[in-house]
């Protein structure tokens, strides 16, 4: 594992260098689209992905060596694609189904970013008091998500995002509320 993060690591320092302008992406406030692909196309936005959904199934060491060395170049670029790997795509590696898991081919090489929706006005991050409230709706069988969102990272240019919602769960004890994550995608309807 090390000798292979050693390596990818060699590599992706190059890859910094050609392609990542720390003092443009500060001017702009964004990180352009080139540099998202360039991160995508050696292999950085997949690092931890399993290899059978498009990634390249390195540990968590491997994804850690490599941030460091993007946060050395450049905060806000760390952060854009810490959200996209560590938490906004988490969730789908874990716990995904089948389906969802395909999600991860267009997220591990850049053509999408993911975010992680947990922040609201009234609940800070505290996941255990979104007001986000999700209700099936048994007669269209969809979920309908109801709520708001603030200060999402990628949460503007996101495709892919995990949202925190509360769900109502029948317990012998009666109706009591629980976190549920959901997947989002921007073009869902609502």
């Known amino acids: 594992v090390i000798r292979d993060t050693d390596a990818f690591v060699a590599r992706f320092k190059k890859v910094l260098?050609?392609?990542?302008?720390?003092g443009w992406n500060d001017q702009h406030g964004t990180c352009p689209a080139h540099t998202i692909?360039?991160?995508?196309?050696?292999?950085?936005?997949?690092?931890?992905?399993?290899?059978?959904?498009?990634?390249r199934g390195m540990p968590q060491y491997s994804?850690?060596?490599?941030?460091e060395?993007?946060?050395?170049?450049?905060a806000g670029t760390s952060v854009m694609s810490g959200a996209h790997q560590s938490?906004?795509?988490?969730?789908?590696?874990?716990?995904?189904?089948?389906?969802?898991?395909?999600w991860l081919r267009p997220l591990s090489n850049g053509e999408e970013l993911a975010a992680f929706a947990l922040t609201e006005p009234e609940a800070g991050s505290d996941a255990a008091n979104v007001q986000t409230r999700a209700v099936f709706d048994k007669?269209?069988?969809?979920?309908?998500?109801?709520?708001?969102k603030r200060w999402i990272t990628n949460g503007g240019i996101a495709k892919v995002l995990t949202v925190l919602a509360k769900t109502a769960v029948e317990t012998p004890e009666g109706t009591k509320d629980?976190?549920?994550?959901?997947?989002?995608?921007?073009?869902?309807?609502?």
Not at 93 to 102: I, P
Not at 139 to 146: G, M, Q, S, Y
């Open 17 to 22: 260098a050609e392609n990542l302008d720390p």
């Open 37 to 55: 692909k360039a991160l995508g196309d050696c292999g950085f936005l997949g690092l931890t992905i399993p290899k059978e959904y498009g990634g």
């Open 69 to 74: 060395e993007l946060a050395k170049r450049c």
């Open 178 to 190: 629980k976190v549920t994550a959901f997947l989002v995608r921007p073009d869902m309807p609502g």
């Open 139 to 148: 007669d269209k069988n969809v979920w309908r998500l109801n709520g708001q």
């Open 87 to 102: 938490i906004g795509l988490r969730a789908i590696v874990l716990f995904g189904n089948d389906r969802q898991k395909e």
């Open 63 to 67: 994804y850690c060596k490599a941030i």
